[in-house]
């Protein structure tokens, strides 16, 4: 039980930082800044953060990052670098609430693929909260409308991008800290980015001038390195969380993302939280509690690989 509530705490806070990201990177788009650049600056000033870290919790087994190469491998091209290109080539062609709602829908995939994996139903309560959590993402985020297939289609990589996610987050750490995975991650992620950007297939534009941020005008980089704070705080802490509860609870935790993103478009860009949305998070904690609960009564869940429990054999 103090496993699984120091889990959740994680991945609040995981979902807490994750969830600045729109208000923080708002300016700088704004600002002339492309989708692609930010992202790429982002996660690398994030890896760069929190490379210290890694270096004092790996304690000189580096060996522990060779074992998870494959697995970084996987963090950065799909949990970094991926996702966050299709999703942008979405919203290209359909609203960016229909984006969002689609990406969203990675907890749902999670739930398939733990019932194929371990050939076992999940239990209702499972469903029930699925659906709950889904409504919930509905009224804070809005119906899905407009635009083309393909821009649907790419929304669709997106859920499945962030549901492999959270499926490579929970694997078993084979003795790596969470810190130095989210380290490599995000600078080899940045770095695939960055190819991408050189090579003309998605734009790349930057403006170093000021930009309106963070409740006044300020330098070009002063949002970027709050940005990367938080980037940093948030991939590490959601890769713990994941380890300690399972990918897709975490992924249910996650859906809070878009709670504290109205949030903070209210406390720092202005707009507007109304009491719809409140409802929306009020129903999607609800939605986390219905699918906790079966783990806390299904106990051989927990023990499954998929589910994000470490394997002794290997640690």
Same mark, same amino acid.
């Given at each position: 039980?103090?496993?699984?509530?120091?889990?959740?705490?994680?991945?609040?806070?995981?979902?807490?930082?994750?969830? !600045?990201?729109?208000?923080?990177?708002?300016?700088?788009?704004?600002?002339?800044?492309?989708?692609?650049? !930010?992202?790429?600056?982002?996660?690398?000033?994030?890896?760069?953060?929190? &490379?210290?870290?890694?270096?004092?919790?790996?304690?000189?087994?580096?060996?522990?990052?060779?074992?998870?190469? /494959?697995?970084?491998?996987?963090?950065?091209?799909?949990?970094?670098?991926?996702?966050?290109?299709?999703?942008?080539?979405?919203?290209?062609?359909?609203?960016?609430?229909?984006?969002?709602?689609?990406?969203?829908?990675?907890? %749902?995939?999670?739930?398939?693929?733990?019932?194929?994996?371990?050939?076992?139903?999940?239990?209702? &309560?499972?469903?029930?909260?699925?659906?709950?959590?889904?409504?919930?993402?509905?009224?804070?985020?809005?119906?899905?409308?407009?635009?083309?297939?393909?821009?649907? &289609?790419?929304?669709?990589?997106?859920?499945?991008?962030?549901?492999?996610?959270?499926?490579?987050?929970?694997?078993?750490?084979?003795?790596?800290?969470?810190?130095?995975?989210?380290?490599?991650?995000?600078?080899?992620?940045?770095?695939?980015? !960055? #190819?991408?950007?050189?090579?003309?297939?998605?734009?790349?534009?930057?403006?170093?001038?000021?930009?309106?941020?963070?409740?006044?005008?300020?330098? /070009?980089?002063?949002?970027? %390195? &709050? %940005?990367?704070?938080?980037?940093?705080?948030?991939?590490?802490?959601?890769?713990?969380?994941?380890?300690?509860?399972?990918?897709?609870?975490?992924?249910?935790?996650?859906?809070?993302?878009?709670?504290?993103?109205?949030?903070?478009?209210?406390?720092?860009?202005?707009?507007? %939280?109304?009491?719809?949305?409140?409802?929306?998070?009020?129903?999607?904690?609800?939605? #986390?509690?219905?699918?906790?609960?079966?783990?806390?009564?299904?106990?051989?869940?927990?023990?499954?690989?998929?589910?994000?429990?470490?394997?002794?054999?290997?640690?």
């Amino acid at each position: 039980m103090n496993t699984s509530r120091s889990g959740i705490g994680y991945g609040l806070l995981a979902s807490l930082t994750f969830g !600045a990201t729109g208000a923080l990177v708002k300016p700088l788009l704004e600002n002339g800044w492309s989708p692609a650049a !930010a992202v790429t600056f982002r996660a690398a000033l994030a890896g760069l953060v929190l &490379v210290p870290f890694a270096v004092v919790a790996l304690r000189g087994h580096w060996s522990s990052l060779w074992r998870a190469r /494959w697995r970084i491998l996987g963090m950065a091209l799909i949990g970094v670098a991926g996702t966050q290109l299709v999703f942008f080539a979405a919203i290209q062609r359909i609203p960016v609430s229909s984006g969002l709602l689609i990406e969203y829908l990675a907890p %749902l995939l999670l739930v398939v693929w733990v019932a194929a994996t371990t050939k076992r139903m999940p239990r209702p &309560v499972v469903f029930i909260g699925s659906v709950i959590a889904i409504v919930g993402l509905v009224l804070i985020i809005g119906p899905v409308g407009g635009g083309d297939l393909l821009g649907f &289609v790419f929304a669709g990589l997106a859920a499945v991008g962030c549901a492999i996610y959270y499926l490579i987050a929970a694997r078993p750490a084979d003795g790596l800290p969470p810190v130095a995975f989210a380290s490599a991650g995000l600078l080899l992620g940045s770095l695939s980015l !960055a #190819i991408v950007g050189v090579t003309g297939l998605v734009p790349f534009t930057m403006n170093f001038g000021e930009v309106a941020a963070l409740g006044g005008v300020v330098p /070009w980089f002063a949002p970027l %390195l &709050v %940005l990367a704070a938080t980037t940093a705080i948030g991939y590490s802490t959601g890769i713990h969380a994941s380890q300690l509860l399972g990918s897709r609870l975490m992924s249910f935790i996650g859906m809070l993302e878009v709670v504290f993103a109205s949030f903070y478009a209210w406390l720092l860009l202005g707009e507007t %939280l109304g009491v719809v949305q409140l409802l929306g998070g009020v129903l999607i904690l609800a939605g #986390i509690a219905f699918v906790r609960a079966e783990k806390q009564v299904d106990a051989p869940l927990e023990a499954l690989p998929v589910e994000g429990e470490p394997v002794p054999a290997r640690t």
